[in-house]
């Protein structure tokens, strides 16, 4: 089944994602995050590795992932056959839906896993055609929350849950001071 990691915003989600795709064996990660700047960050985490070897957290000598940016609709089999290139693709719910029905297959079919950044939003009708499409494959879905906005559960065994409490303890958040502004 689908297995879900929860963790709060700025906490490192993302490297986590990183090391998993790393440390599992994956053949070709489909990585699926909500919005067009996240698909950019997370882009660029994943070709230079984030912070994993900055912390020394992967081997010096591991290589990175050939990672693929999916902007728009994959048009041709030519295409397609560019993106398969990868080791990790990473786009929007949105891109895909925009992707031919056997092109689309043909994607689902290459890829060995499913991460799913925010995976709050996994309700909506775009996400859940992915999910259904690797629903005999493994997916693990990444989270601030395990609640959508209707209240519902996220789904998925929840395997990692980082306490927002345990964050602050680590120093990872801060004390706000509010400062009101009149004009």
Not at 55 to 60: F, K, M, P, Q, S
Request: net charge neutral; aromatic share 8%; hydrophobic share 40%.
């Amino acid at each position: 089944g689908d297995a879900t990691v929860v963790m709060p915003t700025g906490t490192g989600k993302t490297e986590t994602m990183l090391a998993a795709v790393c440390g599992l064996p994956v053949n070709r990660a489909l990585v699926i995050v909500p919005t067009d700047s996240l698909r950019q960050q997370t882009f660029k985490k994943f070709i230079a590795l984030g912070k994993l070897r900055d912390l020394n957290a992967i081997n010096g000598t591991a290589l990175n992932p050939v990672t693929a940016l999916l902007e728009g609709a994959i048009a041709s089999e030519e295409e397609l056959n560019i993106v398969l290139k990868a080791n990790v693709i990473v786009t929007t719910p949105l891109s895909l839906y925009q992707v031919d029905a056997k092109l689309k297959s043909d994607l689902y079919e290459s890829c060995s896993h499913l991460f799913v950044d925010e995976a709050h939003h996994v309700r909506a009708n775009t996400w859940l055609a992915v999910k259904e499409a690797f629903k005999d494959k493994p997916v693990v879905q990444f989270t601030a929350t395990p609640f959508r906005e209707d209240r519902k559960k996220v789904g998925g065994q929840i395997i990692y849950s980082y306490p927002m409490s345990k964050a602050q303890e680590n120093g990872l958040f801060r004390e706000i001071t509010f400062r009101a502004i009149y004009e």
